[in-house]
């Protein structure tokens, strides 16, 4: 049997086929080869491309100086890339899937990150220190609703009808607030009236007399009080002079009047009566504190029309009147009003008096200059007279045929502190009016410097004589 394949060492031996069928078919599959060889290598180039990461969002994208050619434009093929293959070499041997392994991949565009905020996470201790404040807050709220209901509540319970109720809470919006002063309460709260010494003042009253007083009497300190005939109008004769000096300062706190500003006394200023700057001629001048200051202390008539001219007339001066709740106290005339056509009303000038006191209607300098001024008074013979030693008063006394009348801050060495207006119409100078105003000036002052004891025994005494009245009264009926 002859071998298939013949030795290598025989001389007869040649390469293996040789210039036969099976070169013409690895010389066909050279291009080809090389065509697969370009494809991978742009497959290659592709993927490398894929694998870099996209440039950051916040990193502005620069244009590139070289542009880029594209894959195909114009419906022509880029000429950088291998031909596609000849449809001789490809029907030898056609690929498994050349659509898929030819075609040009598109880019994969990067997907953008979503960046997650990290949820927070609150302590227990946030979480009470809220609760806390909350609860603060609602526990303010209700203490203050509880206190205004509670304060609404004592003031329903507090208020007693009285005759004698100075309505000084109805006067707090229209009482004007001096410059640089803050609005005190206004309001004195009376209690109820003292009637022991009510009843020892209408004692002091004769019978079928034709004295017709009205008293009006506050405890500051207690609220106390006693009321007899207090809102009646009165000729208000020199009195009337306590409302003007409150005006002055006002306008002084206002800056409207200055206390060393000159004042000329002219012709239309001269008055008779009370007061010694009529004696002086035309032309005198006076600062405006000496003319108030006379006003007062000497009750000068010259001087009050000096002053009335010049804090702007009679209408305006009434209309601060109205604005202070002084409602019946009025100017008409000139002083001295012999006709006594100026009136007032004891409510009216202890009201103004209460005003002052609290520290309303002018700066606390200017009250303290009037009380000053008050004080030095010449005329010491009503309400000062009925007081005893170490007592001390600040009022302003007025008289005419008609009308005899003081009203008057009293500060007592016990401490105690009361005001007292007390208005008598008369007839034809009646000097029972006068001394009915001395009379009480020391009832009251007596009263208010007693002792506990003895002002528990006299009230006890008091209610016995009532009672024996009432039974007497009783056996009489029957």
Do not use: C
Not at 74 to 99: F, V
Not at 149 to 163: E, F, N, V, Y
Not at 403 to 425: C, F, H, M, T, W
């Amino acid at each position: 049997m002859k071998p298939f394949f013949k030795s290598s060492k025989s001389s007869n031996s040649t390469s293996r086929f040789p210039g036969g069928e099976g070169s013409q078919t690895a010389e066909s599959l050279k291009p080809l080869v090389s065509q697969l060889r370009q494809r991978q290598q742009t497959r290659e180039q592709q993927q490398q491309r894929l694998k870099t990461p996209p440039p950051r969002r916040n990193r502005p994208r620069q244009a590139s100086t070289s542009p880029i050619p594209p894959l195909i434009a114009n419906n022509r093929r880029n000429p950088n890339l291998p031909p596609p293959p000849s449809s001789q070499s490809l029907s030898r041997r056609p690929l498994s899937s050349p659509s898929s392994s030819l075609s040009p991949q598109p880019p994969v565009s990067a997907r953008p990150r979503v960046s997650k905020q990290p949820k927070r996470r609150f302590s227990p201790m946030i979480y009470g220190a809220r609760l806390l404040i909350l609860g603060v807050g609602i526990g303010v709220i209700s203490g203050t609703v509880l206190s205004v209901l509670s304060s609404l509540g004592r003031l329903g319970s507090s208020a007693t009808p009285t005759t004698a109720n100075l309505g000084l809470e109805s006067q707090l919006e229209a009482t004007p607030t001096p410059v640089g002063v803050e609005t005190l309460p206004l309001s004195v709260q009376l209690n109820q009236e003292i009637q022991t010494v009510k009843q020892q003042i209408l004692a002091l009253t004769p019978e079928n007399s034709d004295l017709k007083p009205g008293i009006l009497l506050v405890d500051l300190d207690t609220g106390g009080y006693v009321d007899i005939n207090s809102e009646s109008a009165f000729a208000a004769a020199s009195t009337i002079k306590v409302p003007i000096l409150v005006a002055f300062f006002q306008a002084v706190d206002e800056g409207k009047i200055s206390l060393n500003e000159v004042l000329t006394m002219e012709g239309q200023h001269i008055a008779g009566g009370s007061g010694d700057m009529q004696y002086q001629p035309s032309g005198t001048e006076y600062t405006a504190l000496e003319t108030a200051t006379k006003m007062i202390v000497i009750s000068d008539n010259t001087a009050t029309n000096m002053l009335i001219e010049r804090l702007g007339g009679a209408e305006f001066i009434n209309q601060k009147f109205l604005d202070w709740g002084l409602h019946n106290t009025v100017i008409r005339d000139v002083l001295p009003d012999l006709r006594g056509t100026n009136k007032t009303t004891p409510k009216d000038l202890v009201n103004l008096l209460t005003q002052l006191n609290q520290g309303g209607l002018v700066s606390m300098k200017s009250r303290d200059r009037i009380f000053r001024i008050m004080e030095k008074t010449e005329n010491d013979s009503l309400l000062a007279s009925g007081l005893g030693r170490g007592a001390t008063i600040a009022h302003k006394t007025g008289n005419l045929k008609s009308v005899s009348g003081d009203v008057g801050l009293i500060d007592l060495p016990n401490g105690k502190r009361y005001l007292l207006a007390v208005l008598v119409e008369r007839n034809d100078e009646d000097s029972a009016a006068e001394s009915l105003i001395r009379n009480i000036s020391q009832t009251v002052y007596e009263s208010f410097t007693r002792s506990p004891e003895t002002e528990t025994e006299s009230t006890e005494d008091s209610e016995v004589e009532e009672s024996d009245n009432s039974e007497d009264t009783e056996e009489d009926d029957q």
